[in-house]
């Protein structure tokens, strides 16, 4: 699947419901997070599935993923191989500190009707046909078009690993949409006890965002465990952990500023794995 397929494919899924309430999640599972000194590593699965963390719909292609070093610079992944309802890789944590891995997209998709007929912009969900058309974009809008509606549409899907002592120049962040800026170590979670993570908005506090989290394993319980969150005016979540174990956050929302031309309205989305470890 080629990049382009892959942003259509996670855009598709942030404008059709949130990800939070979606019977498909996408996320990266890594093996660990915690490891001792620089010759280890990490395998990563990812896929996009029913119950958390198990594989029964389809993989996360790779096309898109990315590996950031502790020192900010760009890393690799090796051994990546797709399966039917997985992708795993292999990252070589061979510097010491903290690293990301994940994938970050941006997208603008849409329709609008000539004649009465409506056309898409953005493309769709799935993989390229051959000798299909080149997907529409704004500029393909004609000037008779009508039921004209431009979304602007980014998600973050990231987790985070450490290789002997913790660092946090991964966490630096951009200052548009919506971002992650933890003040716990989200590799020093503790279960039992209380971690406070900042959402941004543009740099700002994301005041007032819901954050979904849930604890894998739905596949083996009868409720999901799902907890609905609210950062406060500081944009600070607070998040205490019943149990050790893998945990899912999500954060989604809409506003009206978006910055492409002729969108108006954006949608975000923001995804990490966590592990929350036994005292």
Partial sequence: MKPFAIRMMVAAALLSVPAALSAHRMWLLPSATVFSGTEGWVTVDAAVSNDLFFFDHQPLRLDGVKVWQPDG????????????????????LDKPGTWKIGTQMSAVMGSFKVDGVEKRIGGRRGPPQ?????????????????????????????????????????????????????????????????????????????????????????????????????????????VSWPAAGMYWLNA????????????????MSYATTLEVLTP
């Fill in 252 to 267: 989604t929302l809409t506003d009206t500023k978006a910055t492409s031309p002729r969108a108006t309205e954006r949608r």
């Fill in 73 to 92: 610079s760009e890393g690799i992944f090796q051994n990546g191989a797709t399966g039917r309802y997985r992708s795993v890789f292999d990252v070589k």
């Fill in 130 to 238: 051959p000798n299909a058309p080149a997907p529409l974009t704004i500029a393909d809008i004609p000037a008779n078009a009508t039921d004209v509606k431009i979304t602007e549409v980014s998600g973050r899907n990231e987790i985070f690993v450490t290789a002997g002592a913790p660092t946090t120049t991964v966490f630096k962040t951009t200052g548009k949409g919506l971002e992650f800026a933890p003040v716990t170590h989200p590799d020093e979670l503790v279960a039992g006890e209380t971690a406070s993570f900042r959402f941004l908005i543009d740099g700002q506090p994301a005041a007032g965002l819901k954050v979904t989290v849930i604890p894998g394993g739905k596949r083996y319980r009868n409720d999901e465990g799902a907890r609905e969150l609210t950062t406060g005016a500081d944009g600070m979540l607070r």
